[in-house]
């Protein structure tokens, strides 16, 4: 990937000559039109709206703000909303597919992420309407085609959940 400075567009798998994707000091901060571009989830299962402070090759910060008016919150749970544990493990799982699409950089076009397996998910409080899940992804290892990461989600600084999971990166399938 090309650096560049606050005020230039990145180039790479999810670049096109817009404001997508930045580069700074800190890192490669990647907009939704980005994610967009780089992983084929869509509404109502993409499930992060940034990317911050991407590190290809080491680590990424996905940024998810949580909605009254998501649709999971019709029936989990019924006038006590919570955000399924699983959906954050998956907001995880795309804050990584991500790092990986950047990292990989053109060779990655055409290709998806998929989950291999997830160890030690572990849920220290509920993630509510109105919180900013901050997904901070490491990652571990990768050979070949399967990479490892360590993530922990944060809400005002306080661990919500963390988990260490494996990605497999594939061609995508055709569409059926």
Same mark, same amino acid.
């Given at each position: 990937m090309q650096q560049?400075?606050?005020?230039d567009t990145a180039t790479g798998p999810a670049a096109t000559g817009t404001a997508?994707? &930045?580069?700074?000091?800190?890192?490669?901060?990647?907009?939704?039109?980005?994610? =967009?571009r780089a992983i084929p989830h869509r509404y109502p299962f993409l499930l992060i709206d940034r990317v911050d402070t991407l590190i290809p090759g080491q680590s990424a910060?996905?940024?998810? %703000?949580?909605?009254? %008016?998501e649709p999971f919150f019709q029936g989990h749970? /019924? %006038?006590?909303?919570?955000m399924p544990g699983v959906l954050i493990i998956e907001s995880m799982a795309q804050t990584a597919a991500v790092l990986v699409v950047h990292? =990989?950089? /053109?060779?990655?076009a055409g290709r998806v992420v998929y989950?291999?397996?997830?160890e030690g998910a572990k849920f220290r409080r509920p993630v509510v309407p109105g919180d900013t899940l901050r997904i901070h992804c490491t990652k571990e290892r990768n &050979?070949?085609?399967v990479w490892k990461f360590n993530a922990v989600a944060r809400v005002d600084g306080s661990v919500v959940a963390e988990a260490t999971y494996t990605a497999m990166i594939m061609e995508r399938a055709e569409p059926l």
């Amino acid at each position: 990937m090309q650096q560049a400075n606050e005020n230039d567009t990145a180039t790479g798998p999810a670049a096109t000559g817009t404001a997508d994707t &930045r580069a700074s000091a800190t890192g490669v901060t990647v907009d939704i039109a980005g994610i =967009l571009r780089a992983i084929p989830h869509r509404y109502p299962f993409l499930l992060i709206d940034r990317v911050d402070t991407l590190i290809p090759g080491q680590s990424a910060i996905g940024i998810k %703000n949580v909605s009254v %008016n998501e649709p999971f919150f019709q029936g989990h749970f /019924p %006038n006590h909303p919570v955000m399924p544990g699983v959906l954050i493990i998956e907001s995880m799982a795309q804050t990584a597919a991500v790092l990986v699409v950047h990292t =990989l950089g /053109p060779d990655a076009a055409g290709r998806v992420v998929y989950f291999m397996s997830v160890e030690g998910a572990k849920f220290r409080r509920p993630v509510v309407p109105g919180d900013t899940l901050r997904i901070h992804c490491t990652k571990e290892r990768n &050979r070949g085609q399967v990479w490892k990461f360590n993530a922990v989600a944060r809400v005002d600084g306080s661990v919500v959940a963390e988990a260490t999971y494996t990605a497999m990166i594939m061609e995508r399938a055709e569409p059926l």
